[in-house]
T-cell receptor, first 113, second 113 residues
Framework: AQSVTQPDIHITVSEGASLELRCNYSYGATPYLFWYVQSPGQGLQLLLKYFSGDTLVQGIKGFEAEFKRSQSSFNLRKPSVHWSDAAEYFCAVGMDSSYKLIFGSGTRLLVRP | ETGVTQTPRHLVMGMTNKKSLKCEQHLGHNAMYWYKQSAKKPLELMFVYNFKEQTENNSVPSRFSPECPNSSHLFLHLHTLQPEDSALYLC????????????FGPGTRLTVL
C-alpha cells in the first residue's frame, strides 16, 4: 500500500540556519509529490510539487525539494530559515487516476530567534 | 472571494445537535474533498466528489452526511456527533484526479461537547 513517512515530528532551527525536512514514500510507480505548509488554525498551502522532469523543484517562499527515486525520498530544503517559516509541514503523494493524496503525519518546525 | 472558503470557522455543538459545514470553491474545479485533521494524527480523507458524484467514502460513520449540489459547493451535515469527532475539518478542491494539487480552505474547528 502507498504510504508517506515523515520521520521527524519536531525540528527546531535557529533563524538564518539551513533547513531540511525529510520525506520518504512507498509507491510502485512514479508518484506525484507535494509539500504543503500549515500555519496554526489555517488550511494547507501548497509549497511545491513534482510531477516529472527536473528532479529539483523550486517552490514558493524560497523552498526547494529534490526527488530521489533511488531513495524514495522527496526532502524539502531552505537555505536560510525565517521566523515566519514556523509552521507544520506535510509531504503528500498522489497517484495516477486517483483523487487520493496520501499525507505524511507532518513535521512541526520551530524557529529560534 | 477567491480560492476555497469554509463557514463557519469555529463551531461548538452538543451531541444531540444538528449542524452543517459549508465549503465553496471559486477555482472552477471539478473535484471536492472533506478531510478530518485531529491532533497527533495524519490527515484523514473522508469523502471525495467529482462532478457532484461521490467517488469515495472512506468508511466514515453515518453521523457525517456529505452533500454536493454542484461542483462549487460542498456541505457536511452533522448529527449526533461524539466528543471524539472534535477536530479541524478541511475542505479542498482540485481540477481532476491524477495527481493534481489540491487547494485547501482554512477549515472549520469543530468542538463537540
Amino acid at each position: 500500500a502507498q504510504s508517506v513517512t515523515q520521520p521527524d515530528i519536531h525540528i527546531t532551527v535557529s533563524e538564518g540556519a539551513s533547513l531540511e525536512l525529510r520525506c520518504n514514500y512507498s509507491y510502485g510507480a512514479t508518484p506525484y509529490l507535494f509539500w504543503y505548509v500549515q500555519s496554526p488554525g489555517q488550511g494547507l498551502q501548497l509549497l511545491l510539487k513534482y510531477f516529472s522532469g527536473d528532479t529539483l523543484v523550486q517552490g514558493i517562499k524560497g523552498f526547494e525539494a529534490e526527488f530521489k527515486r533511488s531513495q524514495s525520498s522527496f526532502n524539502l530544503r531552505k537555505p536560510s530559515v525565517h521566523w515566519s517559516d514556523a509552521a507544520e509541514y506535510f509531504c503528500a503523494v498522489g497517484m495516477d487516476s486517483s483523487y487520493k493524496l496520501i499525507f505524511g503525519s507532518g513535521t512541526r518546525l520551530l524557529v529560534r530567534p | 472571494e477567491t480560492g476555497v472558503t469554509q463557514t463557519p470557522r469555529h463551531l461548538v455543538m452538543g451531541m444531540t445537535n444538528k449542524k452543517s459545514l459549508k465549503c465553496e470553491q471559486h477555482l472552477g474545479h471539478n473535484a471536492m474533498y472533506w478531510y478530518k485533521q485531529s491532533a497527533k494524527k495524519p490527515l484523514e480523507l473522508m469523502f471525495v466528489y467529482n462532478f457532484k458524484e461521490q467517488t469515495e467514502n472512506n468508511s466514515v460513520p453515518s453521523r457525517f452526511s456529505p452533500e454536493c449540489p454542484n461542483s462549487s459547493h460542498l456541505f457536511l451535515h452533522l448529527h449526533t456527533l461524539q466528543p471524539e469527532d472534535s477536530a479541524l475539518y478541511l475542505c479542498a478542491s482540485s481540477q481532476e484526479a491524477g495527481g493534481n494539487e489540491q487547494f485547501f480552505g482554512p477549515g472549520t474547528r469543530l468542538t463537540v461537547l
